[in-house]
């Protein structure tokens, strides 16, 4: 019942990559969650071990063959949580869906050159599509770091202090207020008064009205949502 990632990529060697170090590390280390990572090629079953061929009515790029991918599903068809396929084309990564991930057994990636996989065995096999934004990465890999990075600081003792998880803007609905730390006064540059009055209900209010006001000038979207989960009373779900 350890978090797991199941990981099918055609480029290992980009895993674990960053989340060897930091949070993410030293929770793989301490077993915290655990990371599988498969090569889609081991999959191949002709003697060139081709993974991918010519989009049919042409057209550049390549496109991942439906046999070897669902060979490379296959055999992690008992690994624990959803099938994720990471494409532009998906729903749009946001808090809330990185709150379920946590919140389940795992996950299964499928990394794909970004042209992409066969439609078919999209269809056949229940996928989850996913995109960490709007702009073309060249392969899936990149977009599964985003992805696991985001979900595994929010497991279980990943991140060393359990606040800062919760008091983070977005699990408030708000983009973050602004930080400061010592020296109070930089190239003549003074850091807010109230910061250093010690009087904590006056610090929370102040960063409260700060991240209010980033959030309404820069991301019209999320204060609109913000307000609206504030009007029926219920806590924002992303
Ligand atoms: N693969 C290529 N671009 C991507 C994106 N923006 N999100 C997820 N997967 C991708």
Redesign the pocket.
């Known amino acids: 019942n350890l978090w797991t990632a199941s990981v099918l990529t055609l480029f290992p060697e980009a895993f674990p990559g960053p989340l060897g170090l930091s949070l993410a590390g030293r929770g793989l280390a301490r077993g915290l969650w655990a990371l599988e990572v498969l090569d889609i090629r081991d999959f191949a079953r002709d003697k060139h071990r081709s993974v991918d061929d010519t989009p049919l009515g042409g057209g550049p790029g390549m496109v991942m063959r439906p046999d070897v991918v669902d060979a490379a599903i296959e055999a992690i068809a008992e690994r624990p949580g959803p099938l994720v396929y990471?494409?532009?084309r998906?729903r749009l990564l946001d808090q809330a869906l990185v709150r379920e991930f946590a919140a389940g057994p795992g996950l299964r990636l499928l990394c794909?050159r970004?042209e992409g996989v066969d439609q078919r065995v999209l269809d056949a096999r229940e996928v989850l599509e996913?995109?960490?934004?709007?702009?073309?990465?060249?392969?899936?890999e990149m977009?599964a770091l985003v992805l696991l990075d985001a979900v595994v600081r929010l497991l279980p003792g990943v991140m060393g202090n359990a606040e800062s998880a919760a008091e983070e803007s977005f699990e408030e609905g708000l983009l973050e207020h602004p930080l400061f730390t010592r020296p109070a006064e930089w190239q003549g540059r003074k850091a807010p008064e109230v910061l250093l009055s010690g009087h904590h209900e006056k610090v929370r209010r102040w960063r409260r009205a700060q991240a209010e006001d980033v959030t309404r000038q820069r991301r019209p979207d999320i204060w609109r949502r913000y307000l609206a989960s504030r009007e029926s009373g219920e806590k924002d779900e992303g």
């Open positions: 990471l494409t532009p998906g794909g970004y996913v995109s960490v934004g709007d702009f073309v990465l060249s392969g899936g977009a």
